[in-house]
């Protein structure tokens, strides 16, 4: 079955480091989506792509960035790891006008 | 600018005591209302997608609806397992979602 797969599980990580978090689909979509989910918030969205070599900001999108050099793949990447960014991340994807399929998170820790 | 409001935010309910759950959207032009489910410590595992107002789908116990500023989750005589976080989302312009802050429903035997 298709899925979507999202990794570390969890992290824990230090004021300033570079992290990334890797998310991997093989539904085959072209959209892809990051977001983040913090108590009082809900769901943000963080960064997507509509293909290879396509990036764009969302909501949150500050401290963070992606690429996308093949269909399956969007990782995340943390430039510079702060407190604030301390926070449960979901990668998604989708065709358009279609429901969008989650990953099960990455629980990041910024200490 | 699309705004989604989901009441209340927590709900408790005894097994089998039937209830709903609210949303309630601003858009400029809807491009579907989506219900999401979410289990702790996973993602969110989609239910519904309404798209007109007078719209309605049912699986199992749960039954959506839709008008234009607002959308339902009915629960019918619901069972332990339901207990989760439900979310209703708007489909945003990038393809994207817009969600609710979600209603965690806890449903004791």
Redesign the interface.
Known sequence: DAE?TQSPRHKITETGRQVTLACHQTWNHN?M?W?RQDL??????IH?S?GVQDT?K?EVSDGYSVSRSNTEDLPLTLESAASSQTSVY?C?S?D??S???????TRLTVT | EDQVTQSPEALRLQEGESSSLNCSYTVSGLRGLFWYRQDPGKGPEFLFTLYSAGEEKEKERLKATLTKKESFLHITAPKPEDSATYLCALGGSQGNLIFGKGTKLSVKP
């Open positions: 979507i959209n989506f977001y009082g918030h809900g769901l943000r969205l997507y509509y764009n969302g979901f998604a989708g358009t006008g429901p969008l399929h989650f990953g099960n998170g």
